[in-house]
């Protein structure tokens, strides 16, 4: 039997049956998984060893270590294609908000108040693990409201849904986080608010010691994080515990109204709550834990199951209608990407399916949501089909959708290529010829990648498509071969190169057939 050709190998070798080491080690770092993702320590481990050169079953051998995420990244096939450029505008977004200075630190315990106000953290990451940070992203911050979709999502893994709602509406409050009130059936109004963090916390490991069920939690958080580190401000817990009056208030309000299940140890249940409010994470670490809810629970990074799908499905909801505050509503219809805010100045976002973002910035508005952070949401929204109905305006929003291989989304397999080939994109050609499309293959009018490439005086596309080798003369509809195309619009380097390589015009072409006949 003939062994089938690696298709990721013959897009990337340089048609001397080789591939450079470097060309793999660009496509990486351009795809943006980093260099600490456990997915690919083997792997890059094993490409810092490799030769500069790499030889097919080289090749086959570090494909074997990491076979899924190395395919994906070499033919461009992650959540979002063009990683680099997106990047790029969300450096262009950070620049500009980064300007505005508006809003009020939290000033309620003195560990928020003495943050730096300038602090600015960005951090994202892809379904697929795709990761981009920028500013002050390794910095820790206590992560106070933005606690409660993970505290929510641990008590219905608990209890499950029906259960857990005979405690806890799903209703906005239209009231602030921590109003002293509850629905009419005496129950908190929604898990992301005060009184539903509270009664979510007491329905967690009920009847476990305090201190397991905290030692928990912090599992749970690192699981979501992907196992980068996630802390405790000792501070902020003494601080929020001393602090506390209106949140003791809500808890005997609530077991006046007998909210909570039996033998409920309120002190220890509000304890549980000021611990959650002061875990402390990275915008970086944050950025992975908002990925595991955009993708349905599982951690990009590990793979690992840490919440039931559907159970993420209600927290996305809860998000979407109650977690900014009293500024949800509005930021539903402005920006529509679940979100969760905190009074130090964090947003966790969640684009299904797509990504997951923190960012931390303390100065707040009136409402405790982070100024710059709503800021940076507007703009992104402004640039990208990330709003939750962006899919109703359709072909007339010319805003990028990150999601969506450009070629591909606007002509389709063979076409795609020939589009790329007269943009000069090398790239995306290079990940299509990896997904197994033929370079030869021509569109219904028989023109090639190599024509389009010739006629637009594509350099680099020539030079990758004769790599490949391809045929130099194929024939359109017209009769124009890509020597044709070159002349016809005198592109010199483009004439030379393909006359090197055998390059005839239809007419030579003819009268060497002739001749030979
Ligand atoms: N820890 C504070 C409280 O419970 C603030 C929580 C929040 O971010 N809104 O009042």
């Not at 793999?24 to 320590?41: H, K, L, V, Y």
């Not at 990047?87 to 928020?112: H, M, S, W």
């Not at 501070?235 to 003791?248: C, K, P």
């Not at 020539?462 to 509809?477: A, C, F, K």
Request: glycine fraction near 8%; charged fraction near 25%; aromatic fraction near 8%.
């Amino acid at each position: 039997m003939t062994e089938q050709p690696n298709s990721l190998f013959v897009a990337y070798n340089q048609g001397n049956e080789q591939v450079p080491r470097q060309a793999i080690m660009d496509a990486f770092e351009e795809s943006g998984i980093q260099t600490d993702d456990p997915r690919a320590a083997a792997l890059f481990k094993a490409l810092k060893k490799a030769p500069e050169f790499i030889s097919h079953s080289e090749f086959q051998t570090l494909q074997d270590i990491a076979p899924t995420l190395f395919e994906q990244v070499l033919s461009g096939q992650l959540a979002i294609p063009h990683f680099r450029e997106f990047c790029d505008v969300l450096d262009k977004i950070f620049t500009q908000v980064e300007n505005n200075r508006d809003g009020k630190l939290a000033n309620y315990i003195p560990q928020l108040e003495r943050v730096p106000p300038e602090k600015f953290g960005l951090s994202i990451c892809s379904i697929d693990g795709q990761r981009y940070s920028q500013g002050d992203s390794e910095d820790f911050f206590c992560v106070q409201s933005c606690s409660k979709p993970i505290t929510y999502c641990l008590a219905l893994e608990d209890q499950g849904e029906d259960v857990l709602h005979k405690y806890v509406g799903t209703e906005p409050s239209g009231k602030t986080f921590n109003e002293l009130t509850l629905n009419a059936k005496g129950l908190p109004h929604n898990p992301m608010i005060n009184a539903g963090a509270i009664m979510c916390g007491a329905l967690i490991k009920q009847g476990e010691a305090a201190s397991d069920r905290f030692d928990y939690v912090m599992s749970k958080w690192k699981e979501c994080a992907g196992n980068m580190k996630v802390g405790f401000d000792n501070a902020v817990y003494l601080s929020e515990r001393q602090t506390a009056d209106r949140n003791f208030a809500l808890g005997y309000f609530m077991r006046e109204k007998k909210a909570f299940p039996k033998d409920v140890n309120l002190q220890e249940v509000l304890e549980f709550y000021f611990q959650c409010c002061s875990i402390e994470v990275t915008t970086s670490a944050m950025s992975i834990i908002a990925a595991t809810l955009a993708n349905g629970g599982n951690c990009p990074l590990t793979g690992a199951q840490v919440f039931r799908p559907d159970h993420v499905k209600n927290c996305l909801s809860l998000m979407s209608s109650c977690g900014m505050y009293d500024f949800s509503g509005e930021f539903a219809f402005r920006v529509g990407i679940p979100a969760k805010s905190g009074v130090s100045g964090a947003i966790m976002l969640v684009v299904p399916n797509v990504l997951g973002m923190a960012i931390w910035s303390p100065r707040l508005d009136e409402l405790g949501n982070s100024v710059r952070g709503v800021d940076f949401c507007r703009e992104l929204v402004a640039r990208f089909k990330f709003h939750t109905f962006d899919s109703m305006v359709g072909l007339r929003d010319d805003r990028i959708d990150p999601r969506r291989n450009i070629y591909e989304a606007r002509l389709g397999g063979v076409i795609s290529f020939c589009g790329a080939a007269s943009e000069g994109d090398v790239k995306e050609m290079r990940r299509l010829v990896a997904r197994g499309l033929n370079p030869n293959t021509a569109d219904y009018d028989r023109r090639t990648a190599l024509h389009l490439a010739a006629s637009e005086g594509r350099l680099s596309s020539i030079r990758y498509l004769l790599e490949l080798g391809v045929d130099v003369n194929p024939v359109d509809r017209w009769g124009n071969t890509p020597l044709d195309d070159a002349e016809r619009q005198k592109h010199e380097a483009i004439i030379s190169m393909l006359v090197e390589h055998g390059g005839k015009r239809h007419d030579e072409r003819r009268q060497a057939k002739k001749a030979s006949e």
